[in-house]
């Protein structure tokens, strides 16, 4: 059974970090890239960061280029995502997700192109 689980969302005033995982079962990262995306209500799913599993080259939408970081660690088959100089306007549900097969090791930012998705973790960013 393929499930991916967030975890490390929290409340934080702006300028602050956070780190958030992503821990992947029923599949290993060598294979799939994971993608992360961000959900405000009534928003459509953005999406944030990706992670190659060939080469591990990351993806960042102009949004959080030079604040947000994705890395992963094989050894737990988990994905990472650091959020620092957090901004009023990050706040969202933050989701994880594995790229479907036809994309292969390849990122993509069309959250369609992902066929399994975790519950996400709330991250709020007010004064």
């Known amino acids: 059974q393929v499930q991916l689980v967030e975890s490390g969302g929290g409340s934080v005033q702006p300028g602050g970090s956070l780190r958030l995982s992503c821990a992947a079962s029923?599949?290993?990262?060598?294979?799939?890239?994971i993608g992360w995306f961000r959900q405000a209500p009534g928003k459509e799913r953005e999406a944030v960061s990706c992670?190659?599993?060939?080469?591990?080259?990351?993806y960042y939408a102009d949004s959080v280029k030079g604040r947000f970081t994705v890395s992963r660690d094989a050894a737990k088959n988990t994905v990472y995502l650091q959020l620092t100089s957090l901004e009023p306007e990050d706040t969202a549900a933050y989701h994880c997700?594995?790229?479907?097969?036809?994309?292969?090791?390849?990122?993509?930012?069309?959250?369609?192109?992902?066929?399994?998705w975790g519950q996400g973790t709330q991250v709020s960013v007010s004064s």
């Open positions: 997700g594995k790229i479907s097969s036809a994309y292969g090791t390849t990122c993509s930012v069309v959250a369609a192109s992902y066929d399994f």
């Open positions: 029923g599949f290993t990262l060598d294979y799939y890239a």
């Open positions: 992670i190659r599993s060939s080469d591990g080259t990351a």
